[in-house]
């Protein structure tokens, strides 16, 4: 799902995926408005457990 501000510029951008081995990783990552870098990025990792892992990247991202 992408979210865009009042100038049609991409704000957010929120992703999930289902791996083979069951894990489920969804990720949501900011951009600036003014230029689209990459403001942060939040990583979490679900495994079939249950058990989540979150990674969070401060100006830059680490997943598309």
């Known amino acids: 799902m992408k ?8 704000i957010n951008e929120m992703n999930t995926a289902i791996t083979s081995d069951g894990k489920t990783v969804t990720t949501n990552t900011t951009y600036h408005g003014d230029n689209g870098r990459p403001i942060s990025q939040n990583i979490s990792v679900r495994d ?9 990247v401060i100006d830059g991202k680490l997943l598309p």
């Open 3 to 10: 979210t865009y501000d009042n100038n049609g510029k991409l």
């Open 48 to 56: 079939k457990q249950g058990k989540v892992t979150t990674t969070n």
